[in-house]
């Protein structure tokens, strides 16, 4: 039994089940015993594989959509390029190299942000990015950003966001809420108290007993603060995740450790939680700030920005092995089968500017 298992155990015998959303709150982000925290999730060594990690292909495309992005709205500087939630910060030296390519002069006078909440995580990504053409500042929150336009990307960044999930039963909905059943294990329990349904999507309205909807306060939350950051300054903001395009009920509340699935009341603090991302709500809140939006498959868009034609430049001059390491890679990342449907895209632009 964890650490962490073990503490929460003792906190809900003491108070009381918990919301799922504590639950993953406290599994990702505790200060002690975290998964984010204190471990080094990513790359064959750990629990999952990122796009950034899989070729540099993706994080060049991506630095072509935020730089056309940026031509867009007039090449404005100073201006902000910023990752939030960067991982290992694999995406940003290859978005900066990109840049470098394609524009110094844009090097030379934007300024360049990590927005990560792991003290451990950003060392990683401060050796990774060291020698770089230009360095990032890191900030915890994107409140600490200069006030200009915002270039942002993030990727696999709302999955991490907690949730809320709620349960159907007997004549209406509970919040589903963690607790100890009789042998003192973690278990699921419906909730005591009611539900107001306006917090529900639409699709609630004729559900079956049992099932479950989802719901993201805190991604909302997010969505907002870079919307208006966005909408009041200028720039752009391209996100990337697996989920939904539309609206609907279901439990997408999971576990992975080393690259499998688990429980995910089974190893508190030493699995990834996640939760599949609602791009339709997110989509909703940035319209509401008066903004563009377009969503679409990750397949759609690597294959929109070039990605064949990138992998075979990028082959051209390699032997087999090269070259069928680059094609099983553009398979990874766009193929209908891998990440190319279950990963969704959402571009934010000014109004008239989605492209």
Wanted: hydrophobic letters at 45%.
């Amino acid at each position: 039994m964890t650490r962490l298992k073990k503490r929460i155990i003792g906190l809900i015998g003491a108070a009381g089940p918990i919301p799922v959303s504590e639950y993953m709150a406290l599994c990702l982000f505790d200060p002690d015993e975290g998964y984010y925290t204190t471990r080094e999730p990513f790359g064959a060594a750990g629990d999952f594989i990122t796009a950034p990690e899989i070729s540099q292909m993706f994080g060049e495309l991506v630095a072509v959509w935020l730089y056309q992005a940026w031509q867009g709205e007039g090449r404005p500087l100073p201006a902000t390029f910023a990752e939030i939630g960067p991982g290992r910060g694999t995406l940003m030296k290859d978005m900066l190299r990109t840049w470098s390519r394609l524009d110094p002069a844009l090097v030379a006078g934007a300024s360049f942000a990590m927005i990560e909440t792991s003290p451990r995580l950003a060392e990683i990504q401060k050796q990774t990015l060291a020698g770089q053409s230009a360095a990032p500042a890191w900030h915890q929150t994107i409140d600490t950003l200069p006030r200009q336009p915002l270039f942002i990307v993030g990727n696999e960044l709302f999955d991490a966001v907690p949730i809320r999930q709620f349960v159907y039963v007997g004549a209406g909905w509970r919040e589903r809420v963690v607790g100890l059943d009789g042998a003192d294990e973690l278990h699921f329990f419906a909730g005591a108290g009611s539900v107001d349904p306006a917090l529900l999507p639409a699709a609630a309205a004729d559900a079956p007993q049992g099932a479950i909807v989802e719901v993201a306060p805190a991604r909302s939350t997010l969505m907002s603060q870079i919307a208006e950051r966005i909408a009041g300054q200028g720039g752009a903001g391209l996100f990337i995740d697996y989920g939904h395009l539309q609206p609907g009920i279901g439990d997408t509340f999971q576990a992975l450790r080393r690259h499998q699935r688990e429980d995910v009341l089974a190893n508190p603090g030493k699995a990834d939680l996640t939760a599949h991302v609602d791009f339709a709500a997110l989509a909703e809140i940035a319209r509401a700030y008066g903004l563009e939006v377009h969503l679409s498959t990750q397949g759609e868009f690597l294959l929109g920005m070039g990605l064949l034609e990138r992998a075979g430049t990028l082959g051209a001059d390699g032997d087999a092995e090269i070259r069928q390491a680059i094609s099983d890679a553009v398979e990874r990342l766009a193929g209908p089968d891998a990440m190319g449907e279950l990963f969704k895209v959402m571009k934010v632009l000014p109004a008239a500017k989605a492209t």
